[in-house]
């Protein structure tokens, strides 16, 4: 499981990936829409859409001759919840190292 998180965040960390992803909570859409808001190049995104969809942050299917990309919700899900369980082990921490 650590290997397949630590894919997931290292997906996210990259300022263009970020921006991807933001397009990408409005909906579902191809590359040619998303790349308005970039100004990189067309092999440029299809590279980082690549990582995110081989890290299973994005799911991408065809239609006709476009190739389409959304959100995978289920493993963003599963972030939030790593982030939260450390969160959880910080408070425990907090508790038991305040008794000491």
């Known amino acids: 499981m ?5 894919e997931r965040f290292h997906a996210l960390g990259d300022p263009n990936r970020l921006i991807i992803i933001d397009a990408l909570a409005k909906g579902e859409t191809c590359g040619c829409t998303i790349i308005n808001n970039l100004s990189i190049s067309q092999p440029t995104l299809s590279y980082h859409l690549k990582i995110m969809t081989d890290s299973s942050i994005l799911n991408a ?6 190739k389409k990309h959304k959100i ?3 493993e963003i899900k599963e972030m939030i ?3 939260n369980s450390l969160l959880q082990k910080e408070k425990t921490c907090d508790s038991v190292c305040d008794n000491i």
Do not use: F, I, R, V
């Open 72 to 74: 995978n919700h289920k």
């Open 2 to 6: 650590n290997k397949k998180m630590a």
């Open 81 to 83: 919840d790593y982030l």
């Open 61 to 66: 299917y065809k239609e006709g001759t476009w």
